[in-house]
């Protein structure tokens, strides 16, 4: 199946659980429909690897940095912050998991549920995991 697709039934099944908790807003719409597309992250060649390097920066960012800037200051944090998405990238080109392996696990849906559990509260958890989760089961047909 295509990304446009994927999007689409991601957003579809995300927005109506995110209207479910009351939790719809711009920046969970985009987190859904980002959801929806990351399984193919091991995907050489798939939309959200082309954002790869984009997407570490602002995961780490968005995860990292508030953990990282109450150990350290500001501008510590923005360079350790850059070194561990440098870390992260290196370590994943190292590794290159093979296409529909381990990005397309409910394991690795499970892990990135909780991050976002943890960062986002019980909505937009539910949603983005229903949205991955989306895409692993249309990726079997
Ligand atoms: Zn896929």
């Known amino acids: 199946m295509n990304y446009p697709e994927h999007i689409a039934v991601g957003l579809v099944l ?3 659980i995110l ?4 939790s719809l807003n711009l920046f969970s719409v985009v987190f859904v429909g980002l959801c929806s597309i990351l399984p193919d992250i091991d995907h050489p060649k798939s939309k959200v690897s082309q954002l790869l390097y984009f997407l570490v920066f602002a995961l780490s960012f968005i ?5 990282i800037q109450k150990y350290f200051a500001f501008s ?3 360079v350790l ?3 561990f998405s440098a870390t ?6 190292a590794v290159k998991p093979r296409h529909r392996g381990v990005t397309h696990s409910l394991l690795f849906a499970v892990a ?3 991050l976002a559990f943890y960062f986002y509260g019980l909505g937009i958890c539910i949603a983005g995991l229903a949205s991955y989760l ?6 079997k047909f």
């Not at 992260?88 to 080109?93: E, G, M, N, S, T």
């Open 76 to 78: 510590i944090s923005i």
């Open 134 to 139: 989306s895409h692993i089961v249309l990726d």
């Open 19 to 22: 209207f479910f908790f009351n």
């Open 81 to 83: 912050n850059l070194l």
């Open 63 to 67: 995860f990292i940095e508030p953990i």
């Open 88 to 93: 992260i990238i290196i370590l994943w080109l």
């Open 14 to 16: 995300g927005i109506a």
């Open 112 to 114: 990135f549920a909780i």
